[in-house]
């Protein structure tokens, strides 16, 4: 077994690559004209990936999922045969794998070491580290994107983020006409907004399961929502509602009431600040940026199935993500539903083989979670509705933080079951 302290070293590297990439490139000067922040972010994750499966393979009895196994190696036959019907340069497809392989596999490499190297005492200790490390994490997050938009996007100009490191023609979305969208300089406003409301599952979940301070956890739910709401982004706030209601369903009355009350501070915060307006827009289509923003969904989608159902193999690996600056030959079709996403990056074979594998990491996530089922439903409704309404979850700093929540709770749920002394608070 991989030595733990090495082993939540490299996870601290990987997280602090992950969420500081934007940073990182602010503050580093490019390497051949690239942002360096998601060079060293992929040179971690890929060193992340490489010691555990190092590790698991030193033990000398590794235990993979037989079926998990197959659908991976079935939607990575996809890939390639999109990569090569499309011919992707080197750049799109680095991208493109980690969108669809380096970040939603994390909850499936972790799972894997976690049961080929099971140790109670072990792994009560990596998930009091794993805890510790997401708190931070998700607190300074959610402190510096209200900070900024309290002071109209100059605190994280002050912190050293350049809102375009990526180039002139890079810039990610962090306004709604006049108004700062809560982004933190850590990704575009519709990312950072289910980010927050991953936080927020995040927090109510250690309140449930004990972990740490009951009032510092409780400030970082309200913070992390508050965070979220001044994100603007629709989906992430629908998605906060769902879960405050899959929270609250068999909740004791005093919970109840605490929720109703603080629901209502909060909306009435909302119409007494600037935003007012703005919600009443966003959520009713009657602004006219919002209605614009919901036509084009359905414009891509039908869009995006004329195009698959002319060109089953897709449009290539890293078209519709980030690698589609990279490209002249390609066009960026959907970038607000990822499922179309996935179609179109690896084509309807591939794509769907990706579904596959998401959905049985979710049955696995399930099947491990009882006793802890309203954070698995919260957080699979949240996914779907991401993945339906926008391409958020192609964000490194989203998808794997879910991924990582995911685990923590599928892991505490078996070492509970298991033995419920053995967890370090």
């Keep these: 077994m991989l030595n733990r302290i090495t082993f939540e070293r490299i996870f601290l590297f990987l997280i602090v690559t992950i969420v500081g990439s934007p940073y990182i490139s602010s503050w580093f000067p490019k390497f051949s004209d690239m942002p360096v922040g998601p060079l060293i972010r992929c040179i971690m994750i890929i ?67 976690f049961n080929n190297n099971y140790s109670q005492e072990y792994w009560g200790r990596v998930i009091v580290f794993l805890k510790r490390t997401l708190t931070i994490v998700f607190l300074g997050a959610s402190i510096i994107a209200i900070i900024d938009v309290i002071t109209g996007g100059t605190f994280t100009l002050l912190l050293g983020y350049n809102p375009n490191y990526g180039g002139d023609n890079f810039s990610l979305i962090n306004r709604y006409y006049n108004l700062v969208r809560a982004n933190g300089g850590f990704a575009d406003a519709l990312a950072f907004g289910y980010l927050m409301a991953i936080a927020y599952i995040f927090f109510i979940y250690n309140i449930y399961s004990k972990y740490g301070s009951k009032y510092l956890n409780s400030l970082g739910a309200l913070l992390a929502s508050v965070a979220c709401v001044m994100s603007i982004t629709r989906g992430a706030i629908i998605a906060l509602a769902i879960s405050t209601l899959i929270f609250i369903f068999r909740s004791n009355l005093l919970v109840k009431i605490s929720s109703v009350f603080f629901a209502f501070l909060l909306l009435v915060g909302i119409s007494l600040s600037s935003y007012s307006d703005v919600f009443v827009g966003r959520f009713t289509d009657s602004d006219k940026g919002s209605k614009v923003s919901t036509t084009l969904r359905y414009d891509m989608a039908l869009k995006s199935a004329d195009f698959l159902a002319k060109h089953p193999f897709g449009e290539g690996l890293g078209s519709q993500g980030a690698g589609s600056i990279l490209s002249t030959t390609t066009e960026r079709i959907n970038t607000d539903n990822f499922i179309f996403h996935s179609l179109l990056e690896a084509g309807v074979f591939g794509g769907v083989m990706f579904q596959l594998l998401v959905m049985y990491q979710f049955r696995v996530f399930y099947k491990y979670s009882k006793g802890a089922r309203r954070f698995f439903f919260a957080l699979f409704s949240l996914y779907w509705l991401s993945a339906a309404v926008s391409s958020s979850l192609q964000a490194g700093i989203l998808s794997v933080l879910f991924w990582v929540v995911s685990f923590i709770i599928y892991s505490e749920a078996i070492i509970k079951s298991r033995d419920p002394n053995k967890l370090n608070r």
Excluded: D, R, W
């Design 47 to 113: 060193i992340f990936y490489t010691i555990l499966i190092y590790a698991m393979f030193l033990s000398g009895k590794i235990k993979i999922n037989g079926f998990l196994f197959s659908i991976f190696i079935l939607m990575l036959a996809g890939i390639f045969l999109s990569i090569i019907e499309n011919q992707s340069n080197i750049l799109q497809v680095i991208l493109g794998l980690h969108a669809l392989v380096f970040y939603p596999m994390v909850f499936s490499i972790l799972a894997c070491y």
